[in-house]
Protein backbone atom coordinates (compact mmCIF):
# COMPACT_ATOMS: atom_id res chain seq x y z
CA UNK A 1 0.00 0.00 0.00
CA UNK A 2 1.12 3.17 -1.03
CA UNK A 3 2.16 5.31 2.11
CA UNK A 4 3.09 9.02 -0.01
CA UNK A 5 -0.02 9.14 -1.57
CA UNK A 6 -1.10 13.21 -1.85
CA UNK A 7 -3.51 13.84 0.95
CA UNK A 8 -6.00 15.84 -1.11
CA UNK A 9 -6.35 19.14 -3.18
CA UNK A 10 -8.22 20.92 0.13
CA UNK A 11 -5.60 20.27 2.31
CA UNK A 12 -2.92 21.70 0.11
CA UNK A 13 -5.08 24.65 -0.29
CA UNK A 14 -5.75 25.33 3.49
CA UNK A 15 -2.04 24.92 4.37
CA UNK A 16 -0.67 26.98 1.24
CA UNK A 17 -3.25 29.64 0.20
CA UNK A 18 -3.34 33.13 2.86
CA UNK A 19 -7.01 33.01 4.94
CA UNK A 20 -8.44 36.05 2.85
CA UNK A 21 -7.67 34.52 -0.75
CA UNK A 22 -9.12 31.46 0.39
CA UNK A 23 -12.46 32.17 0.35
CA UNK A 24 -12.15 33.18 -3.16
CA UNK A 25 -10.44 30.39 -4.56
CA UNK A 26 -12.88 28.22 -3.14
CA UNK A 27 -16.28 30.40 -4.60
CA UNK A 28 -14.30 30.04 -7.63
CA UNK A 29 -13.13 26.13 -7.36
CA UNK A 30 -16.46 25.02 -5.15
CA UNK A 31 -19.51 27.20 -5.83
CA UNK A 32 -21.66 28.65 -3.64
CA UNK A 33 -19.65 27.92 -0.20
CA UNK A 34 -21.44 25.05 1.26
CA UNK A 35 -22.02 25.50 5.42
CA UNK A 36 -20.54 23.15 7.53
CA UNK A 37 -23.06 20.86 9.39
CA UNK A 38 -22.72 19.94 13.33
CA UNK A 39 -22.55 16.60 13.66
CA UNK A 40 -22.66 15.26 17.18
CA UNK A 41 -19.46 15.06 19.43
CA UNK A 42 -20.40 10.97 19.71
CA UNK A 43 -20.26 10.66 16.10
CA UNK A 44 -16.92 12.25 15.49
CA UNK A 45 -15.57 10.31 18.81
CA UNK A 46 -16.52 6.89 17.03
CA UNK A 47 -15.21 7.92 13.61
CA UNK A 48 -12.01 8.71 15.05
CA UNK A 49 -11.51 6.14 17.32
CA UNK A 50 -12.69 3.60 13.93
CA UNK A 51 -9.74 5.66 11.97
CA UNK A 52 -12.10 6.85 9.60
CA UNK A 53 -12.49 10.88 8.20
CA UNK A 54 -16.29 12.47 8.91
CA UNK A 55 -17.31 15.26 7.42
CA UNK A 56 -20.32 17.01 6.81
CA UNK A 57 -21.63 20.12 4.75
CA UNK A 58 -25.27 21.13 4.15
CA UNK A 59 -26.50 22.73 1.19
CA UNK A 60 -29.53 25.51 1.46
CA UNK A 61 -32.41 25.70 -1.08
CA UNK A 62 -34.49 29.75 -0.45
CA UNK A 63 -37.44 29.69 1.25
CA UNK A 64 -40.94 28.68 -0.78
CA UNK A 65 -44.36 30.16 0.19
CA UNK A 66 -46.00 26.78 -0.58
CA UNK A 67 -43.52 23.84 -0.34
CA UNK A 68 -41.99 23.39 3.38
CA UNK A 69 -38.41 22.38 2.86
CA UNK A 70 -37.83 19.08 2.05
CA UNK A 71 -34.40 18.08 3.62
CA UNK A 72 -32.50 14.99 3.13
CA UNK A 73 -29.70 13.62 4.87
CA UNK A 74 -27.43 11.55 2.69
CA UNK A 75 -24.11 9.17 3.63
CA UNK A 76 -21.56 8.47 1.24
CA UNK A 77 -19.18 5.46 2.35
CA UNK A 78 -15.38 5.32 1.20
CA UNK A 79 -13.28 2.42 2.35
CA UNK A 80 -10.16 0.74 1.45
CA UNK A 81 -10.37 -3.58 1.45
CA UNK A 82 -10.04 -5.08 4.72
CA UNK A 83 -8.19 -8.14 4.44
CA UNK A 84 -5.40 -9.03 1.91
CA UNK A 85 -7.02 -10.18 -1.84
CA UNK A 86 -5.65 -14.08 -1.14
CA UNK A 87 -7.76 -14.54 1.81
CA UNK A 88 -10.60 -16.89 2.12
CA UNK A 89 -13.74 -15.31 0.40
CA UNK A 90 -16.02 -15.68 3.19
CA UNK A 91 -13.36 -13.98 5.80
CA UNK A 92 -13.10 -11.29 2.56
CA UNK A 93 -16.74 -10.48 2.47
CA UNK A 94 -17.31 -10.44 6.61
CA UNK A 95 -14.82 -8.07 7.04
CA UNK A 96 -16.23 -5.74 5.03
CA UNK A 97 -19.65 -6.45 6.25
CA UNK A 98 -17.66 -5.55 9.87
CA UNK A 99 -16.22 -2.30 8.40
CA UNK A 100 -18.89 -0.90 7.07
CA UNK A 101 -21.77 -1.67 9.63
CA UNK A 102 -19.59 0.26 12.15
CA UNK A 103 -19.29 3.14 9.56
CA UNK A 104 -22.89 3.12 9.19
CA UNK A 105 -23.89 2.86 12.86
CA UNK A 106 -21.74 6.44 12.81
CA UNK A 107 -23.80 7.44 10.10
CA UNK A 108 -26.86 6.83 12.07
CA UNK A 109 -25.80 8.94 14.76
CA UNK A 110 -25.49 11.64 12.12
CA UNK A 111 -29.10 11.49 10.99
CA UNK A 112 -28.41 9.86 7.64
CA UNK A 113 -31.61 8.81 5.59
CA UNK A 114 -29.99 7.56 2.21
CA UNK A 115 -26.22 5.89 2.56
CA UNK A 116 -24.44 4.88 -0.08
CA UNK A 117 -21.14 2.18 -0.47
CA UNK A 118 -19.00 2.27 -2.96
CA UNK A 119 -19.03 0.08 -6.72
CA UNK A 120 -18.91 -3.88 -5.85
CA UNK A 121 -18.00 -3.07 -1.58
CA UNK A 122 -17.67 -6.18 -0.90
CA UNK A 123 -15.00 -7.43 -2.74
CA UNK A 124 -11.56 -6.22 -4.33
CA UNK A 125 -11.24 -4.52 -7.77
CA UNK A 126 -10.20 -7.66 -9.10
CA UNK A 127 -11.69 -7.63 -12.56
CA UNK A 128 -7.88 -5.99 -13.75
CA UNK A 129 -6.33 -9.90 -13.51
CA UNK A 130 -9.06 -11.39 -15.76
CA UNK A 131 -9.01 -14.51 -13.68
CA UNK A 132 -12.53 -15.80 -13.42
CA UNK A 133 -11.48 -17.87 -10.62
CA UNK A 134 -11.76 -16.93 -7.18
CA UNK A 135 -13.32 -13.52 -8.44
CA UNK A 136 -16.84 -14.66 -9.48
CA UNK A 137 -17.01 -16.25 -6.25
CA UNK A 138 -18.08 -13.55 -4.76
CA UNK A 139 -20.95 -12.74 -7.05
CA UNK A 140 -24.40 -12.58 -4.31
CA UNK A 141 -28.12 -12.78 -5.32
CA UNK A 142 -29.42 -9.09 -4.77
CA UNK A 143 -32.49 -10.51 -3.60
CA UNK A 144 -31.42 -12.66 -0.90
CA UNK A 145 -27.86 -12.88 -0.83
CA UNK A 146 -25.83 -12.53 2.24
CA UNK A 147 -24.78 -9.12 1.23
CA UNK A 148 -28.50 -7.76 0.66
CA UNK A 149 -29.48 -9.38 3.75
CA UNK A 150 -26.52 -7.98 5.85
CA UNK A 151 -27.89 -4.52 4.35
CA UNK A 152 -31.55 -4.98 4.96
CA UNK A 153 -30.62 -5.40 8.56
CA UNK A 154 -28.97 -2.21 8.50
CA UNK A 155 -31.37 -0.33 6.72
CA UNK A 156 -34.80 -1.90 9.45
CA UNK A 157 -32.18 -0.77 12.47
CA UNK A 158 -31.50 2.62 11.35
CA UNK A 159 -34.64 3.93 9.36
CA UNK A 160 -31.84 4.16 6.49
CA UNK A 161 -32.36 3.90 2.72
CA UNK A 162 -29.25 1.93 1.46
CA UNK A 163 -27.70 1.74 -1.78
CA UNK A 164 -25.16 -1.81 -1.80
CA UNK A 165 -23.64 -1.77 -5.40
CA UNK A 166 -22.55 -5.93 -5.30
CA UNK A 167 -21.08 -8.00 -8.09
CA UNK A 168 -24.35 -9.73 -8.66
CA UNK A 169 -25.12 -13.48 -10.21
CA UNK A 170 -28.47 -13.62 -11.07
CA UNK A 171 -29.40 -17.32 -10.60
CA UNK A 172 -31.68 -18.49 -13.06
CA UNK A 173 -28.97 -18.16 -15.78
CA UNK A 174 -25.85 -17.69 -13.22
CA UNK A 175 -25.29 -14.37 -15.35
CA UNK A 176 -23.44 -11.87 -13.72
CA UNK A 177 -24.04 -8.61 -13.45
CA UNK A 178 -22.51 -5.30 -11.91
CA UNK A 179 -25.97 -4.42 -9.48
CA UNK A 180 -26.51 -1.95 -7.19
CA UNK A 181 -29.44 -3.06 -4.69
CA UNK A 182 -31.79 -0.24 -3.24
CA UNK A 183 -33.23 -0.82 0.21
CA UNK A 184 -35.92 1.44 1.10
CA UNK A 185 -35.85 1.88 4.78
CA UNK A 186 -37.99 -0.68 5.97
CA UNK A 187 -36.09 -3.02 4.69
CA UNK A 188 -37.62 -4.33 1.59
CA UNK A 189 -35.64 -4.28 -1.91
CA UNK A 190 -37.06 -1.61 -3.33
CA UNK A 191 -35.11 -2.86 -6.74
CA UNK A 192 -31.96 -3.07 -8.49
CA UNK A 193 -30.06 -1.29 -11.00
CA UNK A 194 -27.19 -2.89 -13.52
CA UNK A 195 -24.42 -1.09 -14.78
CA UNK A 196 -25.11 0.07 -18.10
CA UNK A 197 -21.88 0.79 -19.69
CA UNK A 198 -18.59 -1.70 -18.95
CA UNK A 199 -15.79 -0.40 -19.61
CA UNK A 200 -12.87 -1.38 -22.31
CA UNK A 201 -10.24 1.27 -20.65
CA UNK A 202 -6.79 0.60 -18.88
CA UNK A 203 -7.34 -2.37 -16.53
CA UNK A 204 -10.79 -2.41 -16.22
CA UNK A 205 -11.16 -5.36 -18.02
CA UNK A 206 -14.91 -5.85 -16.19
CA UNK A 207 -16.65 -6.90 -19.62
CA UNK A 208 -14.76 -10.60 -19.27
CA UNK A 209 -17.26 -11.04 -16.56
CA UNK A 210 -20.60 -9.23 -16.90
CA UNK A 211 -22.67 -7.66 -19.60
CA UNK A 212 -24.31 -4.45 -20.35
CA UNK A 213 -27.09 -4.21 -17.83
CA UNK A 214 -30.84 -4.48 -18.87
CA UNK A 215 -32.28 -2.13 -15.84
CA UNK A 216 -32.61 0.71 -18.18
CA UNK A 217 -32.83 4.16 -15.93
CA UNK A 218 -34.89 3.57 -13.03
CA UNK A 219 -35.73 5.90 -10.33
CA UNK A 220 -36.85 4.68 -6.77
CA UNK A 221 -39.58 6.61 -4.80
CA UNK A 222 -37.97 6.53 -1.24
CA UNK A 223 -39.55 7.88 2.00
CA UNK A 224 -36.39 10.24 1.64
CA UNK A 225 -37.15 11.29 -2.16
CA UNK A 226 -36.76 10.03 -5.39
CA UNK A 227 -33.32 8.14 -6.00
CA UNK A 228 -31.13 7.04 -9.08
CA UNK A 229 -27.26 4.53 -9.39
CA UNK A 230 -25.57 5.42 -12.27
CA UNK A 231 -22.54 3.01 -11.65
CA UNK A 232 -19.02 4.31 -12.58
CA UNK A 233 -18.16 4.31 -16.23
CA UNK A 234 -21.82 5.73 -16.37
CA UNK A 235 -20.54 8.88 -15.21
CA UNK A 236 -18.96 9.49 -18.78
CA UNK A 237 -22.24 9.25 -20.48
CA UNK A 238 -24.11 12.43 -20.54
CA UNK A 239 -27.24 10.57 -21.68
CA UNK A 240 -27.25 8.03 -18.73
CA UNK A 241 -27.26 10.94 -16.20
CA UNK A 242 -29.61 13.29 -18.67
CA UNK A 243 -32.61 9.24 -18.73
CA UNK A 244 -32.01 9.49 -14.96
CA UNK A 245 -33.37 12.55 -14.35
CA UNK A 246 -35.93 12.84 -17.10
CA UNK A 247 -37.24 9.66 -15.21
CA UNK A 248 -37.37 12.19 -11.67
CA UNK A 249 -34.43 11.39 -10.10
CA UNK A 250 -33.84 14.21 -7.47
CA UNK A 251 -30.69 12.56 -6.32
CA UNK A 252 -28.38 10.48 -8.47
CA UNK A 253 -25.47 8.32 -6.89
CA UNK A 254 -22.37 7.44 -8.28
CA UNK A 255 -20.39 4.49 -6.73
CA UNK A 256 -17.12 4.09 -8.19
CA UNK A 257 -13.83 2.34 -8.44
CA UNK A 258 -11.22 4.20 -10.67
CA UNK A 259 -7.54 5.22 -10.14
CA UNK A 260 -5.78 8.28 -10.46
CA UNK A 261 -3.62 7.87 -13.35
CA UNK A 262 -6.60 7.17 -15.66
CA UNK A 263 -9.58 9.45 -14.19
CA UNK A 264 -8.77 11.83 -11.46
CA UNK A 265 -8.88 14.96 -13.81
CA UNK A 266 -12.42 13.86 -14.63
CA UNK A 267 -13.60 13.21 -11.40
CA UNK A 268 -14.29 16.38 -10.22
CA UNK A 269 -16.24 17.34 -13.45
CA UNK A 270 -18.26 15.03 -14.11
CA UNK A 271 -21.08 14.24 -11.51
CA UNK A 272 -20.92 18.18 -11.02
CA UNK A 273 -21.51 18.47 -14.71
CA UNK A 274 -24.58 16.24 -13.82
CA UNK A 275 -25.66 18.02 -11.06
CA UNK A 276 -25.82 21.37 -13.47
CA UNK A 277 -27.25 19.89 -16.60
CA UNK A 278 -29.97 17.93 -14.65
CA UNK A 279 -31.47 20.01 -11.69
CA UNK A 280 -30.72 17.66 -10.00
CA UNK A 281 -28.17 16.27 -6.68
CA UNK A 282 -25.37 13.78 -7.53
CA UNK A 283 -23.06 12.38 -5.32
CA UNK A 284 -19.64 10.63 -6.51
CA UNK A 285 -18.06 7.86 -4.50
CA UNK A 286 -15.05 6.17 -4.95
CA UNK A 287 -13.06 3.39 -3.03
CA UNK A 288 -9.42 4.23 -1.62
CA UNK A 289 -6.41 2.60 -1.41
CA UNK A 290 -4.15 0.05 -3.86
CA UNK A 291 -5.14 -3.58 -4.03
CA UNK A 292 -2.47 -6.29 -4.39
CA UNK A 293 -3.21 -9.50 -6.46
CA UNK A 294 -1.32 -12.92 -6.18
CA UNK A 295 -0.65 -13.42 -9.94
CA UNK A 296 0.63 -10.73 -12.29
CA UNK A 297 -1.17 -9.27 -15.25
CA UNK A 298 -0.37 -7.20 -17.68
CA UNK A 299 -2.03 -3.99 -19.12
CA UNK A 300 -1.35 -5.23 -22.72
CA UNK A 301 0.30 -2.21 -23.24
CA UNK A 302 3.98 -3.49 -23.96
CA UNK A 303 4.77 -2.47 -20.13
CA UNK A 304 6.03 -5.14 -17.43
CA UNK A 305 3.53 -7.35 -16.05
CA UNK A 306 2.59 -5.81 -12.65
CA UNK A 307 0.43 -7.46 -9.07
CA UNK A 308 -1.74 -4.19 -8.55
CA UNK A 309 -3.83 -1.99 -10.19
CA UNK A 310 -2.88 1.74 -9.24
CA UNK A 311 -4.40 4.08 -6.26
CA UNK A 312 -7.72 4.55 -6.35
CA UNK A 313 -8.09 8.05 -4.84
CA UNK A 314 -10.70 7.98 -3.16
CA UNK A 315 -12.27 11.98 -2.82
CA UNK A 316 -15.79 11.51 -2.62
CA UNK A 317 -17.81 14.77 -3.24
CA UNK A 318 -22.14 15.32 -3.61
CA UNK A 319 -22.93 18.62 -6.08
CA UNK A 320 -26.16 20.31 -6.14
CA UNK A 321 -27.58 21.50 -9.23
CA UNK A 322 -26.51 25.18 -8.62
CA UNK A 323 -22.94 23.96 -9.71
CA UNK A 324 -21.47 24.31 -6.14
CA UNK A 325 -20.07 21.18 -4.61
CA UNK A 326 -18.80 19.93 -1.10
CA UNK A 327 -14.93 19.77 -0.47
CA UNK A 328 -14.22 15.83 -1.38
CA UNK A 329 -13.18 13.74 1.06
CA UNK A 330 -9.56 12.25 1.21
CA UNK A 331 -7.45 10.67 -0.93
CA UNK A 332 -6.30 8.04 1.51
CA UNK A 333 -8.61 7.33 4.22
CA UNK A 334 -11.37 5.87 4.20
CA UNK A 335 -14.35 8.44 4.96
CA UNK A 336 -18.24 9.11 5.40
CA UNK A 337 -19.14 12.19 3.91
CA UNK A 338 -22.89 13.32 5.76
CA UNK A 339 -24.23 15.75 3.63
CA UNK A 340 -28.01 17.75 4.12
CA UNK A 341 -29.75 18.89 1.02
CA UNK A 342 -32.91 20.43 0.27
CA UNK A 343 -34.17 18.95 -2.22
CA UNK A 344 -36.42 22.35 -3.31
CA UNK A 345 -33.27 23.23 -4.77
CA UNK A 346 -33.44 21.36 -8.12
CA UNK A 347 -36.78 22.88 -8.90
CA UNK A 348 -35.83 26.63 -7.41
CA UNK A 349 -32.56 26.11 -10.28
CA UNK A 350 -34.65 24.29 -13.10
CA UNK A 351 -37.23 27.34 -12.98
CA UNK A 352 -34.12 29.85 -13.51
CA UNK A 353 -31.87 27.69 -15.96
CA UNK A 354 -34.41 25.43 -17.75
CA UNK A 355 -31.85 22.77 -19.04
CA UNK A 356 -34.97 20.40 -18.38
CA UNK A 357 -37.69 21.85 -20.03
CA UNK A 358 -35.26 22.75 -23.11
CA UNK A 359 -33.97 18.87 -23.10
CA UNK A 360 -37.49 17.61 -22.91
CA UNK A 361 -38.44 19.91 -25.79
CA UNK A 362 -35.07 18.55 -27.70
CA UNK A 363 -36.13 14.73 -26.96
CA UNK A 364 -39.40 15.24 -28.31
CA UNK A 365 -38.32 17.26 -31.36
CA UNK A 366 -35.60 14.22 -32.52
CA UNK A 367 -38.41 11.36 -31.93
CA UNK A 368 -40.57 13.49 -34.39
CA UNK A 369 -37.74 13.71 -36.65
CA UNK A 370 -37.63 9.95 -36.97
CA UNK A 371 -41.16 9.56 -36.52
CA UNK A 372 -41.54 8.31 -33.45
CA UNK A 373 -43.49 9.58 -30.80
CA UNK A 374 -42.59 9.60 -26.85
CA UNK A 375 -44.96 9.89 -23.47
CA UNK A 376 -42.26 12.10 -21.86
N1 LIG B 1 -15.26 0.80 -12.42
C1 LIG B 1 -15.22 1.43 -13.58
O1 LIG B 1 -16.16 1.42 -14.34
N2 LIG B 1 -14.07 2.07 -13.85
C2 LIG B 1 -13.74 2.58 -15.14
C3 LIG B 1 -12.82 3.72 -15.07
C4 LIG B 1 -13.50 5.00 -14.87
O2 LIG B 1 -14.64 5.16 -15.31
O3 LIG B 1 -12.92 5.90 -14.28
Known amino acids: MSTCEFESLEKTLETHIPEEELKEVKRILYGRETMPLDLPSCAQEAASKRDFELKGYRFEAAEEQLRPPRRTRVGLIQNRIVLPTDAPIMDQINAMHSRIGEM ?15 ETWTMPFAFCT ?13 QDGHTTRFCQELARKYNMVVISPILEREELHSTMWNTAVVISNSGNVLGISRKNHIPR ?19 FQTQFGKIAVNICYGRHHPLNWFMYSMNGAEIIFNPSATVGALS ?30 KSEFTSGDGK ?20 SRTPGLSRTRDGLLVVEMDLNLNRQISDKWSFKVNGHAFIYCELKVIGKTCSC
Open 130 to 142: REKDPWTQFAESA
Open 104 to 118: VEVAAMCGVNIVCFQ
Open 264 to 293: EPMWPIEARNAAIANHCFTCAINRVGTEHF
Open 201 to 219: VGDFNESTYYMEGDTGHTV
Open 304 to 323: KAHHDFGHFYGSSYVAAPDG
